[in-house]
């Protein structure tokens, strides 16, 4: 999903990455759980020659020119002096690495990296233990309740991210806001007027809480489908052999799930990471720059302070960033196939 | 776990759990819906209202703002070219992918794969140079151009799934039948992929719809925008009438809310179906 988006509704994508390269034959995404379908059956039909390159040729062009492209563009961007006087007059400034030199040496550079870190662990930690204990629940609870249960996850899965920002921004309105309301209704003073947006930090917590809300239906419900794919027998023997119900967790359903486990911690560590409009549009990067995460900071730099060099340096770290924790997740699929 | 018969305290815990997640979970989106229904004066309250007169006065406010009408078709524009194009250029990839042997598919395949996870946000500053360049700034084909690409990988990926579990056989007897390949394309297996061409165009339609980082860069002119910048500049458009805010917001939502509602049966499967079997 997307939707990406986040986390959003962007849905489509998850599925990809847990048939690996090479697996042929894989059930339609529409697919349950329980409807696995026929065994991988040989490819036949092979009326080679041109036709397959054919169909495949504007595909792959046009991800040439408007992925690969731009990338290759954002690379070269990041080796040149490119501010608001390069920028107008249109000249070009090389100037080698000096963009990630100056970064690198810049402690504000460091404080938005190291932030953007522990923003995107705590999130997808909280994300992950949330939404396990929530798939958990749904799977223990009777039909009706699971129905109500489900309709609420799926409508804050569904929520737009540009509208749920908005959304939450209105919850946490200084005057009117239904959070200050909560926070003197519960008993605690100085909730008045209290500004959400005040800090850097707590302008954070409340796009943390926007994530984590957004996030956690993806996990619970792919998290129970799962669930329901774990042969009740096993929770029958664990049972027998008088294991505690964390016990059981730890013995016959993180094993059984570890893949699912594996594959929607990476995607949420990705999503998160390069969360920007949440981020953005939640209070602009702001006050004083102080919630800024690594992709709101490049589009700061580039477009607010006009230092597009310096901007394309700083996505091209993110970028690096990301590729190491993709270039994990490969090793462990790859683990993973050689293992079956 | 689920065996153990419940104690009914534990029970009476599992439900009222429940319930609570349930209001959390569903607290913004209601709220969102009823305040864009109140008047102004009950917006304006220090304690919210939970019973009021619902109006529509709202909506028109929303409505009502300069050239709402261009956002929408704008983003309808957009959003409805791209994954059309996807569609098009997709059915073509994954049927080659799903069907045909030739020499560089697996590349083909982890090219699609590693597309998926393009950090497009990250991206933004290289688009808007490129864009520059060609006079392609606050150009709604220059906008759509980006999203196709955006939604394209994930458009061969899963509909090169449901290819795949078309079986073999009907091509065959269809050939067999006196079809050329072609014809046994469109007349057999192209009704059959008629539930997945819907599930992956509305995902496609939900990514495009969403899409902000972009267009924040790239269409800068009002003329040239769509309802997600229009959403994100509610400050501005309506001072600080929250209630036409949650009213835009609604409108916004909707959409998305009754495709997503519509397909997460769809939603929920496809995407473990893959990572959960492992």
Redesign the interface.
């Known amino acids: 999903m997307t939707v990406d988006s986040q986390g959003t509704a962007t849905a489509g994508p998850q599925d990809a990455p847990g048939r690996a390269a090479g697996k042929s034959q894989t059930p339609p995404p529409s697919s349950g759980p329980k409807e696995v379908l026929q065994p991988p059956r040989g490819r036949r039909s092979l009326p080679s020659g041109v036709l397959p390159y054919l169909l495949v040729a504007p595909a792959l062009l046009s991800m040439a020119v408007l992925l690969l492209y731009p990338l290759i563009r954002n690379v070269i961007l990041s080796f040149q002096q490119l501010n608001r006087k390069e920028f107008i007059t249109r000249e070009t400034v090389w100037t080698g690495f000096d963009n990630y030199t100056d970064l690198l040496g810049d402690g504000d550079f460091w404080t938005v990296a190291v932030r953007s870190v522990v923003f995107t662990a705590v999130n997808v930690a909280l994300i992950m233990a949330i939404g396990t204990g929530i798939g958990l629940l749904l799977n223990r609870l009777g039909k009706k309740m699971r129905l109500v249960l489900s309709l609420a996850l799926m409508f804050a899965w569904a929520m737009p991210i540009v509208a749920s920002v908005t959304v939450f921004r209105w919850l946490f309105d200084e005057q009117f806001g239904v959070a200050n309301w909560l926070m003197r209704t519960l008993g605690f003073s100085g909730y008045d007027q209290h500004n959400w947006f005040e800090t850097g930090f707590s302008t954070l917590v409340i796009v943390l809480i926007l994530l984590v809300w957004g996030s956690v239906p993806f996990v619970a419900l792919n998290m129970y489908a799962g669930l329901t794919t774990i042969g009740t027998e096993l929770y029958e023997a664990a049972k027998m052999d008088g294991a505690s119900g964390w016990r059981t967790f730890w013995a016959v359903v993180f094993p059984n799930l570890r893949s699912f486990f594996m594959i929607t911690t990476f995607l949420e560590i990705i999503w998160i990471f390069k969360a920007f409009a949440q981020v953005y549009a939640m209070n602009l990067g702001g006050p004083d720059r102080g919630s800024e995460t690594l992709p709101v900071f490049a589009y700061i730099e580039g477009v607010g302070q006009f230092h597009y060099g310096v901007a394309a340096a700083i996505s091209i770290l993110t970028i690096v960033m990301l590729i190491a924790v993709m270039s994990f997740y490969f090793r462990l699929i790859l683990k993973e196939e050689e293992e079956l | 776990?689920?065996?153990?018969k419940?104690l009914t305290v534990a029970a009476v815990a599992?439900?009222l759990?429940?319930?609570v997640?349930?209001?959390?979970?569903?607290f913004?989106?209601y709220?969102?819906f009823s305040?864009s229904l109140k008047p102004q004066h009950e917006?304006?309250?220090?304690?919210?209202v939970f019973v009021f007169k619902p109006t529509f006065e709202n909506y028109g406010t929303a409505t009502g703002v300069d050239l709402f009408w261009t956002y929408v078709t704008n983003s309808l524009t957009v959003t409805i070219g791209a994954v059309a194009l996807a569609l098009v250029?997709?059915l073509?990839?994954s049927?080659?992918?799903?069907?045909?042997?030739?020499k560089g598919?697996?590349g083909?395949?982890?090219?699609?794969?590693m597309?998926?996870?393009?950090?497009w946000?990250?991206?933004?500053?290289?688009?808007?140079?490129?864009s520059r360049e060609n006079d392609l700034l606050n150009s709604i084909p220059m906008l759509t151009?980006?999203y196709?690409?955006m939604?394209?990988?994930?458009?061969?990926?899963?509909l090169r799934?449901?290819i795949?579990?078309v079986?073999?056989e009907l091509?065959?007897a269809a050939q067999i039948d006196g079809c050329t390949?072609g014809q046994a394309f469109r007349k057999v297996i192209f009704p059959l992929l008629a539930?997945?061409l819907m599930?992956?165009s509305l995902?496609?339609f939900?990514?495009a719809?969403?899409e902000?980082?972009m267009i924040?860069?790239l269409n800068k002119e009002k003329e040239s925008q769509t309802l997600?910048l229009w959403?994100?500049q509610?400050q501005t458009a309506f001072g600080s009438d929250?209630g036409a805010?949650?009213a835009?917001?609604?409108l916004?939502?909707l959409p998305?809310?009754i495709?997503?509602?519509f397909l997460?049966?769809?939603?929920?499967?496809?995407?473990?179906?893959?990572?959960?079997?492992?």
């Open positions: 776990m689920r065996t153990r419940p599992k439900n759990g429940a319930l997640l349930a209001v959390v979970f569903i913004p989106v709220w969102m305040s917006i304006m309250t220090k304690d919210p250029v997709a073509a990839a049927f080659a992918i799903a069907r045909l042997k030739f598919r697996k083909i395949v982890l090219i699609v794969m597309a998926q996870m393009a950090p946000e990250v991206m933004v500053i290289a688009m808007y140079m490129i151009l980006i196709f690409v939604v394209l990988p994930f458009t061969i990926w899963t799934g449901f795949a579990a079986p073999v091509e065959e390949r539930p997945g599930s992956t995902f496609g939900i990514t719809w969403n902000f980082a924040l860069m997600t959403l994100t509610f929250w805010t949650m835009a917001s609604t916004f939502a998305v809310l495709v997503f509602l997460q049966r769809k939603a929920v499967g496809g995407m473990t179906a893959g990572a959960v079997k492992g």
